[in-house]
Structure formats: structure tokens, C-alpha cells
């Protein structure tokens, strides 16, 4: 396929077998303000993933979050082999008190630093990840100068488009930060092509394509009580995300209302929460009123369900009973919801966008639909609402392409080809 050929292009040569039989196993300190063990958003899913696969290999695993504002002091707790510090992480600068935010950061830097020196040092930290440019990743790099660990920096979704873009805030500090990476991968082929071309001087931008595991999703397992509790229509599609105007709830709920006439009981079950800044801000304020006022404006609402966040054995098991997953996104990096629906072969009708024109070859692993258009939206949906079995190829040749070059375990070892390779450049 011409996926894996693209993809290993970027990847090394050294086998992860043969870093395990040769090498001592690595410790890794994963730094991104996660949630983990709690599971919001695909990074979050990725760090989740590479942390048990790494685990599972041997490779002790690490998490530092910058914290927020009541993280002054360092903490620490173990989620079964993973250690997931807290640390507060300021800049120089608050907009809202200058004077008084810099003289906090000048009072706290040395005592955080030294903090952060002697824990890499203390528990032999062999090599740092870092998820998307961060302001607070700058923390990272003075560590590295000062003889740290070297680091890594990985580019996903939106944050790799603006930072190619350069519509990053704090751009100049960014830039800082990732040219003193020691590698740096994108989780797409099209966002490393983007800044290699933006930004000669980080070439190269390694694509390193997110994995799922493989072993345990696609283990069959009795229905769990609670989830088998839920009803749900009898034909329906899911979409499962943000609720925010990038994910394109509008266009899948316009699209019911084209399709209401056709299939007047299909059902759309838009699952997921709208993201806030902090509790009582959403970033979005007013979107998902607007889409609850677009249904009733369509007649939809009898048939287009905002079920908020569900937890993932339940989604799983809707998943399954789906007869498909619309993925009507502007734009995305490598998204998980996607991988998971293919690995239980569900038959999908993506965006033809960059990121989904790597996964899904147009009628043969799912269908690829011009952006905001919704009316082409309800004839695909229909498409697979017409012929089931052209709808079940589909998702079979999706889920075999993910079964093959998106398993978990194959990320890791990219990933642990990567820091093999660095670490003995060094």
C-alpha cells in the first residue's frame, strides 16, 4: 500500500527487538498537560497507548503535566507502572500582572528547575517526549542546555497546522523550543510536509502514524450490563468528538435534515462534550445552542441525539451496533475515534481533507465527501444505508489497512527506533 510505503520512509531501520536485546530498557518522561489516566481527546489517547505499549516492553514510563495554578509544589501518583507528576511550569510574562507575574516566576524558576534537574538525574530520565508546541516546554530546552535529557517533539492536529502556518502565539519561543529538539515527528504525513516546507530549518519531521491496540480492541466480550441497558434506534450513525465548529457538527446535522426524506428513521448520535477553557467557559460559547436550535430548525430533533461524553466500553459497544461513523471535520491530525471505528470494521464517510485522504482510499476503505457539503454528506450516508454489503466490504478493507499499519505496538517501536537512534548519536 501506498500508506506504509510513505510512512516507512520516515521511519529508522534499527529493530526494537534488537534495542531490547542490546540495550538497557529506556526510561521515558512524556511532558503534555494530560489527563491521564482519565482519557480526553486523541493526544491523550496516544500518551495512554504509548505508555502501556512501552510498558509492556520493559521501558519505564513517565508523565509530567505543567499542572495548574495550585500545582506549586511537585506531586506524584502511580497509575499502575506509569508515575504521573504535577508540576507548575510559568512563563516570565501574565498579561493581567506584569510586574507581579514576573517577579513570581523569578522567585519560583530556580526552586522549579532544580526540582526538575534532579529528578531527570535521580531517576536516570534516558530521553523526554513533548506532545505539541508549548509555551512552557521552554522549561525543557533550558534543561537540555544545561546537560538534561535530550527530547523529542511530536506535532498532531491543529496545533501542527498553525504552528507551520506560523499563526502560533509566541511563535519566536516555539521555534526556539522545537529547533533544539533532538527529533522531531508529526503524527501525519501532511503536517511534517507542511513544516518541513514552512520551516526548512527542522528538517527532517519524521511521520510516526498513531496506533491502536490492536489485541485488546478486537477481543470479543460479553456485553457489559450498564451497556447493554442503553437503547438505541434501530438504525442509526455515530459522530464522536468535540463538540466545536472544527469537528462539523453543522454539516452532519444539515445532512440529516437533506436525508430525513429518504430515511425519515435514521438516527445520529453526535457523542461528545463541548471543550472549556476552564469550568463555565467553553471555547465556543453559544455552538452547541446553535446546533440544538439548528435541528429544530430542520426537524431533525427527533432523529439527531448531543448525547455528551460517553465512557469508552459503552462507546465501544454503540460503535459496534452502528451502521456507520460520519467524520465531518475541517481539519485533524491522525484521529482515534477514526482508528477505532475501523478496527471494528465500521464503514465511515470522512471529510476529503489531508489527514483522512491518508487513511481511507475513497470506495474501497470508506468514502471521502467535499468539505460543508451536506447534501453530498446524505447521498453518501445513503449509499450505505442502500447496500449493506458493499458497506460491510468497506469496513472490513478499513479495519484490515489498521489491523496492518496502525497497531500500537508498531508505533512504539517506531518511536523507540527514533530514541535508539539519537541516543546513540550522542
Known amino acids: 500500500m501506498v500508506l506504509g510505503e510513505r510512512n516507512r520512509s520516515h521511519g529508522v531501520v534499527i529493530g526494537f527487538e534488537e534495542l531490547m536485546e542490546n540495550k538497557h530498557p529506556l526510561h521515558v518522561l512524556i511532558v503534555f ?78 526552586q522549579v528547575f532544580l526540582r526538575l534537574w534532579r529528578f531527570v538525574k535521580d531517576e536516570k530520565v534516558d530521553i523526554i517526549h513533548l506532545h505539541t508546541p508549548r509555551e512552557y516546554q521552554y522549561w ?9 535529557p535530550p527530547y523529542v517533539l511530536t506535532f498532531h492536529g491543529t496545533d501542527a497546522l498553525h504552528f507551520s502556518t506560523g499563526r502560533a502565539k509566541n511563535m519566536w519561543l516555539l521555534k526556539w523550543i522545537a529547533k533544539g529538539a533532538r527529533g522531531r515527528t508529526a503524527v501525519a504525513y501532511h503536517y511534517a510536509t507542511l513544516i518541513e516546507q514552512h520551516h526548512p530549518g527542522l528538517i527532517p519531521v519524521r511521520t510516526i502514524p498513531n496506533g491502536i491496540a490492536v489485541a485488546s480492541a478486537t477481543a470479543d466480550g460479553e456485553c457489559h450490563e450498564e451497556v447493554c441497558a442503553v437503547h438505541l434506534p434501530d438504525v442509526f450513525f455515530i459522530q464522536v468528538g468535540w463538540v466545536e465548529p472544527p469537528k462539523g457538527q453543522d454539516v452532519a446535522i444539515r445532512a440529516w435534515g437533506a436525508l430525513k426524506k429518504l430515511h425519515p428513521d435514521c438516527h445520529l448520535l453526535i457523542i461528545g462534550d463541548e471543550p472549556f477553557l476552564r469550568p463555565g467557559e ?54 482515534y475515534v477514526l482508528l477505532e471505528a ?38 453518501a450516508v445513503a449509499r450505505l444505508l442502500r447496500d449493506e454489503t458493499m458497506a460491510r466490504t468497506m469496513g472490513a478493507n478499513l479495519q484490515r489497512m489498521i489491523i496492518r499499519y496502525h497497531d500500537a505496538a508498531v508505533m512504539a517501536e517506531r518511536y523507540t527506533d527514533l530514541f535508539s537512534d539519537l541516543l546513540c548519536a550522542l
Open 342 to 379: 475501523g478496527l471494528l470494521g465500521l464503514p465511515v464517510v470522512c471529510s476529503d481533507i489531508p489527514a483522512f485522504q491518508e487513511l481511507i482510499d475513497h470506495g474501497y476503505t470508506g468514502y471521502l465527501v467535499p468539505q460543508g457539503d451536506h447534501e453530498a454528506w446524505a447521498l
Open 282 to 335: 467553553p471555547y465556543y460559547p453559544g455552538y452547541r445552542q446553535q446546533m440544538t436550535a439548528m435541528m429544530t430548525e430542520l426537524g431533525v430533533q427527533e432523529t439527531v441525539h448531543l448525547t455528551g461524553a460517553i465512557e469508552p466500553v459503552t462507546l465501544q459497544a454503540i460503535m459496534k451496533k452502528a451502521r456507520g461513523l460520519v467524520f465531518p471535520s475541517h481539519r485533524e491530525g491522525m484521529p
Open 140 to 148: 525543557i530546552r533550558l534543561l537540555s542546555l544545561v546537560g538534561g
Open 33 to 110: 498537560h494530560a489527563s491521564f489516566p482519565e482519557i480526553k481527546g486523541g493526544i491523550n489517547k496516544m500518551i495512554a497507548t504509548l505508555a502501556d505499549a512501552w510498558s509492556e516492553k520493559g521501558h519505564q514510563v513517565s508523565i509530567l503535566s505543567p499542572g495548574n495554578w495550585e500545582d506549586r509544589y511537585w506531586s506524584s501518583r502511580y497509575y499502575g507502572a506509569v508515575a504521573v507528576h504535577r508540576q507548575r511550569m510559568r512563563t516570565p510574562w501574565d498579561a493581567q500582572k506584569p510586574l507581579r507575574g514576573f517577579l513570581g516566576w523569578l522567585w519560583e524558576f530556580p
